[in-house]
Every structure is written in structure tokens, then in C-alpha cells.
């Protein structure tokens, strides 16, 4: 490895020398070539560190592996990053071709991020929802990559640990939050439900041999102790950090947030300019509401005299056109309905190039994946098994009251709902993992840029809109409502967590300033206690797509077509906007 860096070096310091440019071009091949050698060693390293990450992208040899978080393992994966950054240094940018300059940029941050979670941010300490063996068990058990023997063996391996792997977890915590330890006994619960009558009937009807399926169900009964003491636990941490005074606040603060905010989203934009741009943005839409209020007042509520307050006329327009949803048990059938309408819209409008060979598959969240607050996701494949299911996880409402699922459907109202297609699944989030998925780049589909991703889903409902997608004042009004919810996310997150924003204040702006209904607030403001900066990456992200639509199409002028700068604009996988902005702005 070391040697194969200084012979580029020198070929490079030669081309340099004498200045002469094919010799330099040649220089830069063998230097790009240097660059693939160490970023197959780079994505080895990695998989050490993170063996489940590995399992979750789709390669499998480590299924079997469970990473103990001990000091050992955090010392280990300390000294890889840092050998790792020392290698990457070797690197000149300038010889590198442009895609390989993002894939340097993106193993930079991945690495800077690695140690400054494990040595600054240390969540281990104060995040008992850091630790869990049940999600990858369902993966693992549910993939359709190999023989179901294969997999209930590398589920095996993994179980012999179950225990060693809780102790090491209630060592490390010190001083939990309140909120996370809640969430942590909650997930925890769910997690059981991994090791339950599925996992037994598929260890039966498999071919393992009597004294593997003995083995088996004995771990199974190990695992479940394991995870029940660690309840346990957390039961009587909480009844501890009950007591005013005792518990780690969940607010990271404004330092610590612009940290992360720099790490996580890979912006231009400082945190703080992203938070001032928000509130801006929020204003506009205001003015925005409260026109097409105006205009449609007297539709819908001409008997009614409109409040003096400005957002309260909106509220109750929104209140009105909200009572337009789908029944309870109608929420899922009617989200299965819309999709094939989406895809018919994008191939009519000729929006972009749709795959019709990935199949999407809508389904109830599995449990182990509920209790975050987010009612609807979209888990795509790995890169190393593009072949896999990619599935639409709708929460279903069978766990509310009359009261609670009529509040959630007026939320996901008729308009709203279309908005929510369009953001997880046509074209947004599972059209662009399809497209990440294609992406010659291995580093860019692995280390995908969250800002990217969700600004990519929040970009597609404005777009969609634009292009005519239901278009009537109504959908305008409630894509307007939704659209502020993307911002006052950013506005929020930054506001809890570096403005010592109240939960009195938290509301205002989501219920009064949002038009949020209150189950909607709620479950925002948990999101916000339990997270630090994502919710910031849909407006941070949305903001710097359009901002570049805007820049090429005035570049471009009658040249510029929507479906070519969608589909360039996803080929280069889930890389920061940064970076494809630069990209784009160099080939067009
Ligand atoms: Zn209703
Ligand atoms: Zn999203």
C-alpha cells in the first residue's frame, strides 16, 4: 500500500516538473488508480469497525459478527481512522478526477466524523437507545440472500454474545437522558418481539441438526434474558433521573450542535445561516397562505367572519380542507392506490427515467423499527444486495384512539397524503435510492449524505407541484402547510438545542406558526429531544438543489430540460450538494 503511494507521488512530482501535460494526465491515472486500491482497503477497514453496517449494506460475510462496544473495540476503530486519515493525506485532490475528488471529500468526512462521535460526542455514554441486537436479527432472518440455514447460522454466532454485549452496554452508560432512557426501554420491548414465535418456527422448519436447533432456542432464551434485564435496568435508571436535577440534559448546545451540524449535513452553510435563511422562508410561505386564504375564504366558509389574526384565517381554512382523509383502515389500501398514479404522472411529464424492474413493496412498519415518532420510511437495499426488496414501511394506526387516528388523518389529509407519496416513494425517496443503487460509486452509495437524500424528497414535492400535479389552490394551501413543516423542522432543531427553546415556544411555532395538529407537535417535539441535526437536512438539503436548479436553468436558459437535470443530478449517487454542484457546473 505504502509503496504503491510513493511511486504516484514521485510520477506525480515528475509531471509537475516538467510541466508537460500529457505526462501529467498520465499522472493523474495512476494516482486515481491509487485512489481505487485504497478505497477498497478503506471500505475493509470500515466493515471492521462497523460490522453491522456491513450486514446492513447488504454484505453479508459479517452477519455473523457482533461488535462488542467496549474500550478495545473504541481504541481499535480510533487508531484504523486515524492510520486511515495519515493515508488519505498522501492524496493530491487536484490529480484526481472529479468523481474521485468526491469520494474524497466523503471518506474525509466519514473519518473526521467516526472520531469526533467516538471521542467527542461519546452518545454511548448517554444514549441507551445506542444498543440493540434485535433489528439486525430481523434483517439477517427476513433477507432473501441466501438459504435460510446460512442465514440462522450467522443469526447463531451472533446470539453466543448477546449477553456480553448488555453487560458492556450498562458499564458504559453514565449519564443518560430521561428521554432517550424512555426510548431506549421502548425499543428495547419491541426488540423481544425479534425473538419470538417467527425466529422459532424458522429455526423448526429448518434444516439445522437437532443439537443446532437445541443450541439455538437456548441462545434465543439467553438473548430475551439479556434484553429483559437490560430493561430492568433502564426501569430504575429512569425512576433515578425522575428526580429534578439528576439527568443529562438532552439539548447538546450550540457548540457541540454546529460541530455536528458541519459533520452530519456537509454544507456550505453554517448551521446558524441555515437556522436565519428557515425563518426567513417561514415568513414567505406565511404571505403565500394567507393570499390563497383570501382567495378561497368564501368557498369553503362564507358564513364564517375570518379572524383578525392572519395565521388563525389560515388555521381555519386549513382545519376545513383538512377534513377531506381517508378512513382509519382505509390509510394503507389508499397509499398502495396512489403509487402506480405517481408513476404515471413522472413518465407523462417525461420527469425523469423510472426502473420498472425494483419493485416497491408497501408494508406495516415491523416493530422493531416503530417508536422513533416518523409514521412513514423507505428502506432500500444495500449496494451489495441491489436485488432485495425495497420497502415502503407504513406505521398502521391500530394503536390509536378514535381521537388520536382522526388528528393523524387530518394531518395526512387528502392533499397531504399525495405530498407524503411523493416525498417517500414516486419520485422522491425510493427514486433516488434506485438511482444511488446504479451509482459506479461504492463510497457514494455507502456514505450517502442525509442532506442530500431528504432534500432530494423535499425538492420532488415542490417539482411535482410545479409540473401540475394536482394542481389547485387547495393543494397549494396544504403542500404550503407541509412545506413549513421541512422548515420549521430546521428552525426547531436548531432552536432546542442551541437557543434553549422552550416546549411552550416549541409549540407555538409548530401548532400556531405550522398549523400543526397537536399529535403532529408532539411527536415532533420528542423527535427533536431524541435527535440533533437531522431534522435540519431536508430544509438544509432542499435549499441547495434548488438553488442549483436555478443556477443551471439561467445558465442553460431554452437548453435546460428538467429530466436531464434530474437524472444527472441523481447519478452521482448520495454525494453532499456541495459537491455535485460542482460537478454539474463543470459539465454544463
Ligand atoms: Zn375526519
Ligand atoms: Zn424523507
Redesign the pocket.
Known sequence: MKKLLLITFIAFLFACGKNNKKEKELAATAQDNEFETYKTHFIEELWETSPGWASYAGLHEYDSIISIPNEKNRQKSTDIYKALQAELTAFNVANLNTSNITDYYLIKNQLDSGLWYDNEFNSGEWNPANYGIAGIVSRILNGRYDVLDVRLRSILARLKHSKAYYEQARQNIKTPTLEHTILAIGQSKGGLQSFGQNLVDSVQVSTLADDEKALFMARIEESKTAITDYIDFLESKKQELETPGTAKSFRIGKAMFTKKFELDINSDYTAEEIYNKAVKRKEELHQQMITITDSLWNSYLASTPKPEDKLQMVNALITEI??K?VGRDEFIPEIKRQLPELVAFVNEKDLLTQNPDKPLVVRETPLYMRGSGAGASVSAPGPYDKDANTYYNVTPLDDYTDEQA?SY??EYNHYVLQVLNIHEAIPGHYTQLVYANESPSLIKSLLGNGAMIEGWAVYTELMMLEEGYENSPEMWLMFSKWHLRAVCNTILDYSVHALDMSKEDAMDLLVYQAFQEQAEADNKWRRATLSQVQLCSYFTGFTEIYDLRSEIKSKQGDQFSLKKFHEEFLSYGSSPVRYIRKLMLENN
Open positions: 383538512s377534513k382523509h382522526e388523518l387530518r
